[in-house]
């Protein structure tokens, strides 16, 4: 990496950073393959630390979460006695805050009870007081948000029944990757009182589109899937960090980082890296403070609070969800 200038380290970066494959980006820019891994690496390491460092103390009152799909080294249903444990299906959970479309807290790793309980632990240590939050009907929230948050959260899930292909799916190009058409979308109330009109994944579900198109490890049917963690990391720092700090959202008109008022103006690339690299040799910030629950309200809702339409109940207890 000493070898590249400034100059060639905003191209090597950009080309990334707008979903061009590694080999691809050493064509383009003329310089050997590994040098952009190299690259990729020690940017994608410093945007880790300068995501770390810059946010924090958050005001995020409306926020979406989800999860994305990709694979390691080969996916799941192929995988073989002896291979490496990061390998198979690996997910990046996403938060978005809904007001500033910013990107707080992302995180790789598997679709597992202790990836979804450290990703909330880190949304609940960036973002100040009790915010909305909304997921899909995926189990691990529930447990994960109540024990980050307690009570000090408002938080509904979105439940989504999905048809059947009459196909079977797994032969229809159209729906090998994808759940099928909703037939059915119901909003659960699962601590406090959300406000209805706002429990929602329509803008992390977009912003995923967004990852798959400025990623190229996410693009599918390709062999620009990630080989090993460290790779997939590196380059989802350095697309959240770019996402939020150089790239003007069209509604608006200013980055996520402006509009949540953590710069006052649109970083260019170079900036960027420079602002990376320099938070990499930095000392590192102070930790994240530890959620502190104060009584968990799971299975309940305050009784001031009317049930939404459609609202699921628990079985036998007359209590709505």
Not at 13 to 26: I, M, P, Q, W
Not at 82 to 101: F, H, M, N, Q, S
Not at 103 to 120: I, M, Q, Y
Not at 239 to 249: E, G, S
Request: glycine content about 8%; charged content about 25%; some cysteine.
């Amino acid at each position: 990496m000493n070898v590249l200038s400034m100059e060639e380290r905003v191209r090597v970066v950009s080309a990334l950073a707008e979903g061009t494959s590694l080999r691809a980006t050493a064509r383009l820019v003329d310089v050997g393959r590994q040098t952009v891994t190299n690259l990729l690496l020690t940017v994608g390491e410093g945007c880790r630390c300068l995501l770390d460092e810059r946010m924090r103390d958050l005001h995020c009152d409306v926020m979406e979460l989800d999860e994305i799909w990709c694979f390691i080294g080969k996916k799941e249903g192929h995988l073989r006695d002896g291979d490496p444990a990061e390998y198979g299906d690996a997910y990046t959970w996403v938060a978005i805050d809904a007001r500033t479309k910013l990107v707080p807290v992302h995180l790789v790793g598997k679709r597992s009870s202790e990836a979804g309980h450290a990703f909330a632990r880190e949304l609940r240590g960036r973002v100040l007081g009790a915010p909305q939050i909304t997921t899909d009907g995926l189990k691990i929230y529930v447990e994960a948000i109540e024990a980050a948050f307690g009570s000090r959260v408002n938080f509904a899930q979105i439940m989504k029944t999905y048809a059947k292909d009459s196909a079977d799916g797994a032969s229809r190009d159209d729906v090998r990757y994808s759940r099928g058409r909703v037939t059915r979308s119901v909003k659960r109330v699962v601590i406090g009182a959300p406000d209805e009109d706002k429990i929602s994944t329509s803008y992390v579900e977009r912003s995923n589109l967004t990852t798959r198109m400025q990623m190229r490890r996410f693009t599918r049917l390709t062999n620009a899937y990630s080989k090993r963690l460290e790779h997939l990391q590196a380059a989802a720092a350095l697309h959240f960090a770019a996402y939020n700090f150089t790239r003007v959202h069209m509604t608006l008109r200013v980055t996520p980082a402006m509009e949540a008022g953590l710069t006052d103006h649109v970083w260019s690339m170079e900036e960027l890296i420079t602002e990376a690299l320099a938070a990499s040799d930095a000392p590192p910030p102070p930790p994240l403070p530890p959620p502190r629950p104060t009584g968990g309200t799971f299975g309940r809702r305050p009784s001031r609070a009317a049930p939404l339409p459609g609202q699921l109940s628990l079985p036998g207890t007359g209590v709505s969800l």
